[in-house]
């Protein structure tokens, strides 16, 4: 979502996440610049769970700024206790996938998760990659 009038405007973010609730759509991830949000949903549990389309809202949305979706990417989250204090566990987590395109990179609100994005066809490698480096060779 993005929108020169997010700049130093109060209440766009509001906007935004109003009517996402409007239409019981869950957020999973949300990072902010300037003038954009980027945001992650669930396809799943919103097309299985709840049957929602995603159309409607999108359609609100573009009537005042403009939104892209991607779609065949995967959320994959590197949880730990005190993940924001561990020295050298991002460097280690980002030469582990040097190789990988990862995108929407967030450090949790919490200080337990690190969350990125992979391509779908590289989750699986990369989930299994993260546990061998970070947590095998413990």
Known sequence: VK???MLHAAGFLTRVFDILSRHQISVDLVTT?????????DEGGMTSAFNVSVEPALSELRSF???SVEQGLSLV???GNHLHSSKGITGDLFNTLERIN???ICHGASKHNLCF???DADAP??????HQNLFSAA
Do not use: N
């Open 65 to 67: 700024c403009e939104v």
């Open 102 to 104: 990862m995108r929407l």
């Open 117 to 119: 994005l992979v391509q």
């Open 3 to 5: 929108s020169p009038a």
């Open 33 to 41: 610049s300037e003038i954009s949000v980027a945001l992650t949903l």
């Open 77 to 79: 989250a590197v949880i």
């Open 125 to 130: 490698g990369v989930v299994k990659q993260l």
